[in-house]
């Protein structure tokens, strides 16, 4: 009697063993099913229907989504928009971060003061720097075109310009996350052995070959990974978008995002818009997946 | 010698050049906020206010329930985190020390998170916060974060990194797996944690986009969206000295902590960069 009981318990103590890594992990398991996984199958899923304002109900139209994205010029509009803002915030942000981090890297004194003045607009909101800029970039009263005449800019109203609307986004991107950007090469900086330069130096290099042949390709990993991240940042902006521009003058700002944003919650279509979800998904998808790769094969490990 | 020196003069000169660039603005709307309504409409910008003024601030307190604004905002931010150490803890500790049946797989399950772009399944998550009848609370806002593969990838790394024989000797002391969490694990993983905690406030504090999506009254509305739904009202598009009021008032209080504790702060997103 007494044996079979502490054979139960025993058998129950190693169920408990072996559930309790999944009660563990249950907690965010629910969350994450919920609104990680559960949204992307759904958002797929959705993209083969129409399911709009004139349509409540769910109705199967296959690729139908698709093919109105193909043939809407807006659609190519919005998407060559995007790549245009990549284009324009990414290399100029690292190159930048770069810049600053080689500089703030030295031994010099005022060294935390500079950071802190270069890195504190990654902790405001966008929409507190979008405020910050729209006054700053306003016609007339702005500070942006009366400084900038001594720079040889155009006296224009930046946000209401068919193609400089785009550039004055681009602006407020890199001013926003420049800092970031220079504390993560600072990091990647901090780790190349002194010996190195040591070698260099030896070897008679000035300082603009040790930088290409020493510093470059050994922050190389981090270039390829914050380069990653800020591509997949320019695909997500949209804080600037509603609050700046709102995608004008006649959608010449319109991001990726805003015209999901449009079409799911101004024009109530979450077929069209699921659709557009999911190429969004696998442009960035694609994008994350050939930057694996790609750190695999080429980039030099420190 | 003499070169050095120039050298690093140049390296002043450029850091001070980048630096006046990042600061100018925040100088400016600082001054702005001080100055009278109609003192900002000049084609030579004044930089110092003629008559400084606190009317701004005070006109920002009655345009809108501002201190509402800002507890909501407090909620929502210190509650995702309070309820992100408890997910972030169980998951992270199991996927540190033990051993389960598919453990690899959910991790990298666990790992979609940071490689897929929240914005793309903003509609899918707007019909789930919608059925479970959560549209226009706060409740609303927190729940895509109450799990974070981020926050649990890095206190996984901390985990690992306590001995195993000092969780065998505190089993034969008769300790448990949660007391050992409790008064061990946890306490030694406090750096990972306050790293942890800055990242996900500042990130919450500053959300827009989808507390804009999930809330429709003041009841749930947070200080990004009072700002913004303010700076689209005519009062608030044409009242420049009021809307950067109201633009220093939502920065202030992070950026003094930013600037009181700036090694912490750029510490921990140097981390969340490393580890995302």
Redesign the interface.
């Given at each position: 009697m007494s044996s079979q009981s502490g054979r139960i318990g025993k058998a129950r103590r190693r169920w408990a063993q072996?559930l309790?890594?999944?009660a563990?992990?249950l907690?965010?398991?629910?969350?994450?099913f919920?609104?990680?996984?559960?949204?992307?199958l759904?958002?797929f899923y959705?993209s083969f229907f129409k399911w709009n304002m004139a349509s409540p109900t769910m109705e199967f139209v296959g690729a139908a989504n698709y093919v109105q994205a193909w043939k809407t010029p807006l659609f190519w509009q919005v998407l060559g928009n995007n790549l245009l803002f990549a284009a324009g915030t990414v290399p100029l942000t690292l190159a930048?971060a770069l810049a600053?981090a080689l500089?703030?890297n030295?031994k010099?004194r005022?060294l935390?003061l500079?950071?802190?003045?270069?890195?504190?607009?990654?902790?405001?909101?966008?929409?507190?720097a979008?405020?910050?800029?729209?006054?700053?970039l306003?016609p007339?009263?702005g500070?942006l075109n009366?400084?900038g005449k001594w720079l040889g800019l155009p006296d224009v109203h930046w946000l209401g310009h068919s193609t400089l609307a785009l550039w004055a986004l681009v602006l407020v991107g890199v001013?926003k996350r420049v800092?970031?950007y220079m504390?993560?090469y600072?990091?990647g900086l901090q780790v190349i052995p002194e010996h190195l330069y040591e070698a260099a130096r030896i070897e008679g290099a000035g300082p603009w070959q040790r930088f290409w042949k020493v510093t470059f390709p050994l922050v190389s990993p981090t270039t390829f990974?914050?380069g990653v991240?800020a591509v997949?940042d320019a695909?997500?902006a949209?804080?600037q978008v509603?609050?700046m521009t709102g995608g004008g003058p006649g959608n010449a700002t319109n991001l990726f995002?805003f015209y999901?944003?449009q079409n799911?919650?101004r024009f109530f279509d979450?077929g069209y818009?699921?659709a557009i979800?999911?190429i969004?998904?696998l442009i960035?998808?694609a994008l994350?997946l050939l930057a694996f790769r790609t750190l695999h094969r080429k980039v030099h490990y420190a | 010698m003499r070169s050095r020196s120039s050298w690093s003069l140049a390296v002043h000169a450029l850091l001070l050049a980048a630096a006046l660039v990042m600061v100018v603005p925040l100088v400016w709307i600082v001054l702005t906020a001080f100055k009278e309504r109609n003192e900002v409409f000049s084609q030579v910008p004044q930089w110092l206010p003629g008559h400084p003024t606190f009317n701004n601030f005070l006109g920002v307190l009655d345009a809108m329930p501002f201190w509402r604004y800002y507890w909501n905002t407090i909620v929502v931010a210190f509650g995702i985190l309070a309820i992100q150490v408890v997910t972030i803890t169980l998951a992270a500790y199991a996927f540190a020390r033990m051993q389960f049946w598919g453990r690899d797989v959910l991790f990298i399950l666990l790992l979609v998170q940071l490689m897929i772009a929240p914005q793309s399944t903003v509609i899918q998550n707007y019909i789930t916060v919608t059925r479970l009848g959560l549209l226009d609370t706060k409740l609303a806002i927190m729940a895509p974060y109450l799990a974070s593969a981020f926050g649990t990838f890095l206190l996984r790394q901390t985990f690992k990194g306590i001995p195993r024989e000092l969780e065998e000797a505190a089993a034969l002391d008769g300790c448990g797996t949660l007391r050992f969490l409790l008064y061990v694990a946890i306490p030694l993983a406090l750096p990972g944690y306050l790293a942890f905690g800055l990242v996900s406030i500042t990130y919450h504090w500053n959300e827009f986009f989808w507390p804009l999506v999930v809330t429709e009254t003041t009841g749930s509305r947070t200080l990004t969206l009072g700002l913004g739904i303010f700076a689209q009202t005519a009062e608030g598009s044409a009242d420049w000295t009021m809307l950067m009021a109201m633009t220093l008032m939502v920065i202030a209080v992070p950026l003094a902590a930013f600037l009181l504790f700036q090694r912490r702060f750029i510490n921990s997103f140097m981390q969340s960069g490393l580890g995302g």
């Open positions: 072996t309790r890594p999944y563990y992990i907690p965010t398991f629910v969350f994450l919920i609104f990680t996984h559960w949204p992307i759904r958002t959705v930048v600053l500089l703030i030295q010099i005022g935390a500079y950071r802190a003045l270069l890195f504190y607009p990654t902790m405001i909101p966008m929409a507190a979008a405020m910050i800029w729209l006054w700053i306003t007339n009263y500070l009366y400084y001013w800092g970031y504390v993560i600072l990091a990974f914050v991240m997949i695909f997500q949209i804080d509603y609050l995002i999901i944003y799911a919650f979450f818009g699921s979800s999911a969004l998904f960035l998808l994350t | -």
